[in-house]
């Protein structure tokens, strides 16, 4: 038997865009996929083959949007300000492995403290179990400002383009900049606007400069306007504040879809519990979601994982089941969290789709959720790069 070989089969297949009628093989050789038969071929002579069952199975889910920082059950500015590096890490273990037994196989981290997404990262590329984790360090934001307890507080344009240079010489895959105030942060104005029109425009031209793509947290309309005129890859939560309520606007939205990019859909889910001012933004806001895709933006649904108990590190999937009651197809949401949001984290290339060339990063779920979406969450296997790494109830 050839060790570095093998063959998974399953009744269906996703494969990132398009959905495939069974039986299906997917061939794996040395962590990458090799070829994708939908004929019912046998193997190779000498491959082992693990048959799923009757299974879908699709590219392992990619959560554009999430804080391994942060424990969901606690205080968040009190963890960060207090707990020190190895309770902080510890944590961010364990939420990663909580994301990828959830089928995650990819998570882009979009504010740590102290770069320590980085650090896990690496462990998880030497070879510790692990999702791939695509890592902003920590965002930069005013002083005082949105999550300024994650300590990246610049307070001008010169201070700026100095943080992003200092996360360039760090070894970020992107830079996160808080366009606008945000709601978890005490004294934090989310309609209001951290950083002007100079500023995003001199911290998107410093990263570009430097190879590393920018996405901004942008609440206000304004704040969003501003950094889709700086050329921003991508805007994260896209509310569109107004001084008087969520009020969307076209010509922003033209001028994303014209550019290509990327919003960050945060899943928000109405709660009684809420408080009054975010429950009045959630109905608009899932309606100018909704305008957002049906005009061409990318609309990547991700989770902002972390930030508080109705956020733990595996809810992207029921995330999603919301996502496509609010916004597109089941098919159109599966792409979501697979290729699409793959290219949103720089990765179209290597993840979020099963074809050859990519990496065998891969998701077995009961069922068929293109038909009944809820199916997603029904997990019986997950691999990372070809390995399984966890197997679900049958």
């Known amino acids: 038997m050839d060790d570095s070989r093998s063959a998974i089969r399953a009744a269906r297949l996703f494969d ?5 009628g069974g039986p299906v ?15 019912g071929a046998h193997p190779p002579e000498g491959v082992a083959v693990t048959d799923l069952g009757d299974v879908t199975l699709l590219p392992g889910l990619v959560d554009a949007h999430s804080h391994l920082v942060f424990d969901p059950s606690g205080p968040t500015e009190h963890q960060m300000v207090h707990d020190d590096d190895a309770t902080v890490l510890a944590r961010m273990r364990e939420h990663a492995a909580r994301a990828l037994r ?6 882009r981290d979009l504010g740590d403290r102290g770069y320590l997404s980085l650090r896990l990262r690496e462990e ?20 005082g400002g949105h999550c300024w307890y994650l300590g990246g507080e610049a307070d001008s344009a010169e201070q700026a383009v100095a943080a992003v240079v200092s996360r360039a010489r760090q070894g970020v895959d992107l830079v996160k900049i808080m366009a606008t105030g945000g709601m978890s942060t005490r004294g934090s104005d989310p309609g ?3 950083f002007g029109p100079a500023e995003l425009l001199a911290v998107t031209r410093a990263a570009h400069g430097l190879g590393l793509p920018v996405t901004a947290h942008a609440h206000a309309a304004s704040g969003i306007a501003d950094a889709v005129a700086a050329g921003v890859d991508g805007i994260e939560h896209c509310t569109f504040m107004t001084p008087s309520g969520v009020r969307l606007d076209p010509a922003t939205v033209d001028a994303m879809a014209a550019a290509g990019t990327f919003v960050g859909c945060t899943v928000v889910k109405p709660r009684e519990d809420m408080p009054a001012e975010v429950l009045r933004t959630v109905e608009p806001y899932w309606e100018n979601q909704a305008y957002m895709h049906r005009h061409g933006v990318r609309v990547v649904c991700c989770t902002d994982a972390g930030i ?18 609010q916004v597109a197809t089941n098919t159109e949401a599966l792409t979501s969290v697979t290729s699409l949001a793959a290219e949103a984290c720089g990765l179209g290339h ?15 779920v009961a069922g068929d959720p293109v038909r009944d979406i809820g199916a997603i969450g029904e997990v019986r296997a997950v691999y990372r790069a070809g ?6 109830a049958a």
């Open 350 to 364: 290597r993840t979020g789709r099963i074809a050859p060339g990519y990496d065998a990063d891969l998701l077995a």
């Open 387 to 392: 390995r399984p790494v966890f197997a679900g």
């Open 124 to 143: 998880f590329a030497a070879g510790a179990p692990g999702p791939r984790i695509v890592a902003a360090g920590p965002p930069i934001t005013r002083g």
């Open 192 to 194: 209001g606007s951290q």
């Open 308 to 325: 508080n108990p109705h956020k733990p590190h595996d809810v992207l999937p029921s995330d999603l089941v919301y996502f496509a009651a």
């Open 102 to 107: 959830a089928g995650i196989t990819t998570v």
């Open 25 to 39: 093989m997917v061939l794996v050789d040395d962590g990458r996929i090799t070829d994708v038969d939908v004929t």
């Open 16 to 20: 990132g865009t398009t959905a495939h």
